[in-house]
């Protein structure tokens, strides 16, 4: 009787998501769903949204850190935390990127907000910067169908892992988490 040579599957390492509300929430979903099509990479993305707290960034990284704890208490150590955050004032901005540096979370700023950083995944729309309050109609002419706080299969539907890199490459934050996740 011959043995069969049983192929080991690595462990989805845990990676933590978080973001402002369901419209990056949905990001983190999608970005989940394309991980587990690169059959080298082996992460599971567990993207949360973490209101209250919109509009600031320090409340967020605050936010995120008691529900990183509490997550990690009762599962494993995530292998990385980042938080998808709006730009707030200066004193805001330096107060969370130094709680984040200190606990180890990775920040992805929108600038200056979630529906610009989308923006710049869509093909030729790389260069623009919107300003603030003019994110939305500036999305919406290149993606006439997009509707705030989108789940992750509505997303898919225009946003590939293609895409993804395209805004990475404008994106330096998204250009870091790639690389950690091995999706570069």
Not at 60 to 74: G, N, P, Y
């Amino acid at each position: 009787m011959s043995r069969r040579r049983i192929a080991r599957i690595p462990q989805r390492k845990p990676i933590f998501l978080g973001g402002e509300g369901q419209s990056e929430e949905g990001y983190g979903a999608l970005l989940n769903r394309l991980a587990k099509e690169v059959d080298t990479v082996h992460i599971h993305i567990l993207a949360e949204s973490l209101q209250p707290g919109a509009g600031d960034p320090q409340a967020l990284v605050l936010r995120a850190l008691q529900r990183i704890t509490d997550l990690e208490r009762r599962r494993d150590t995530f292998a990385a935390k980042v938080l998808l955050l709006d730009r707030g004032t200066a004193q805001k901005n330096q107060a969370a990127e130094a709680l984040a540096r200190q606990n180890g979370i990775n920040l992805i700023w929108q600038e200056p907000d979630f529906e610009a950083f989308l923006l710049h995944h869509l093909p030729g729309c790389q260069k623009l910067r919107p300003p603030p309050g003019e994110s939305m109609p500036a999305l919406l002419r290149h993606w006439p169908g997009y509707q705030k706080g989108m789940p992750a299969l509505q997303l898919a539907k225009r946003i590939t892992l293609t895409e993804i890199r395209l805004a990475a490459t404008v994106e330096p934050g998204l250009h870091e988490l790639l690389k950690k996740l091995g999706l570069n």
